[in-house]
């Protein structure tokens, strides 16, 4: 008789897991950046977005950031200035 293995697809939970970070109220006259990570779907995506964030949430501004590959991490410089200018930053990633 044949004998048939079962894998079970579960992940092992992370021992330094990061907290999620503190969630804002609401989009309305926020400032929102939007983080391309240079994949060929991301831009029309994040088009998109954009034109939701501004129709449906009342955003006060939408700042775009652009990653120089999808395998690279994001710069610290980037990183720093999302910070400074932002209350919020989705990461846009479609390919």
Do not use: W
């Not at 990061?18 to 804002?24: I, Q, S």
């Not at 954009?50 to 710069?75: C, F, N, T």
Request: proline share 5%; with cysteine.
């Amino acid at each position: 008789m044949a004998t048939i293995e079962l894998l079970v697809p579960v992940a092992g939970v992370a021992e330094n897991a990061v907290a999620l970070a503190k969630r804002v109220p609401t989009l309305e006259g926020r400032v929102v950046g939007l983080l391309d990570n240079s994949k060929a779907g991301t831009r029309p995506f994040l088009d998109r977005v954009e034109e939701l964030l501004r129709s449906a949430h009342g955003v006060s501004r939408i700042i775009r950031y652009d990653k120089q590959a999808a395998a690279l991490p994001v710069p610290d410089e980037v990183l720093e200035a999302a910070v400074r200018e932002c209350d919020v930053v989705i990461n846009g990633i479609a390919d």
